[in-house]
């Protein structure tokens, strides 16, 4: 059972280009989510899809956009990066349709982008 | 904006002793708290969650939550090494959904 899983695991790029971080669960969640983890800022939250169709901001959602694929899909597209965006990316599932941080959420590997 | 405040340590624990890890939260109207564990470059790992005042044992761990005292803490009996980890708390229900705690760093000593 993979879980949760994302790609990339790394990627380094230049100011200016952009790119797609994919995200994919295979455990029936409703709920998805893309993080960010910065030292020092704990994990906060970019954006969100509560189910399939819908896609809400969070904590800091400038700079990024994002795409609920299908059910088992979710991605975090940055159009323009800035090396404000230098971070490790977490995607997250979970079984609730509320967005409202209920249920336990379970995360990928993460990502980690460096922008030059 | 919810706020889940940690003691970010490190916090340094003999090995086979107790370890304590506490948290509190701003928003009364969290519901439901979790504690994740996550080593250096790894992921957070979901390892307790509780939702109704008391205590909830899962083997080695315990986890407490006071609501009157929006206070959730994280008991690890018998440390290991191995728990050696940033340990996050996170509290969800409330109108900003789930919000985490920048962690609290735990190093257990042989």
């Known amino acids: 059972n993979a879980g949760v899983t994302q790609t990339p695991k790394f990627q380094v790029l230049k100011t200016g280009q952009s790119m797609t971080l994919q995200c994919a669960q295979d455990?029936?969640?409703?709920?998805m989510y893309w993080y960010r983890q910065d030292p020092g800022m704990g994990l906060r939250l970019i954006y969100y899809s509560a189910s399939e169709g819908t896609t809400d901001k969070g904590e800091v959602p400038n700079g990024y956009n994002v795409s609920r694929l299908n059910k088992r899909e979710f991605s975090l597209r940055l159009e323009s990066a800035a090396p404000s965006q230098t971070s490790v990316y977490f995607c997250?599932?979970?079984?609730?349709?509320?967005?409202?941080?209920?249920?336990?959420?379970?995360f990928g590997d993460g990502t980690r982008l460096s922008i030059l | 904006q919810k706020e889940v405040e940690q003691n970010s340590g490190p916090l340094s624990v003999p090995e086979g002793a107790i370890a304590s890890l506490n948290c509190t939260y701003s928003?009364?109207?969290?519901?439901?708290f979790f504690w994740y564990r996550q080593y250096s470059g790894k992921s957070p790992e979901l390892i307790m969650f509780i939702y109704s005042n008391g205590d909830k044992e899962d083997g080695r761990f315990t986890a407490q939550l006071n609501k009157a005292s929006q206070y959730v803490s994280l008991l690890i009996r018998d440390s290991q090494p191995s728990d050696s980890a940033t340990y996050l708390c996170a509290a969800g229900g409330g109108a900003d959904g789930l919000t985490f705690g920048k962690g609290t760093h735990l190093i257990i000593q042989p």
């Open positions: 455990m029936n969640h409703n709920s």
């Open positions: 928003d009364r109207g969290s519901q439901s």
């Open positions: 997250a599932s979970s079984e609730e349709g509320s967005g409202m941080g209920n249920q336990p959420q379970h």
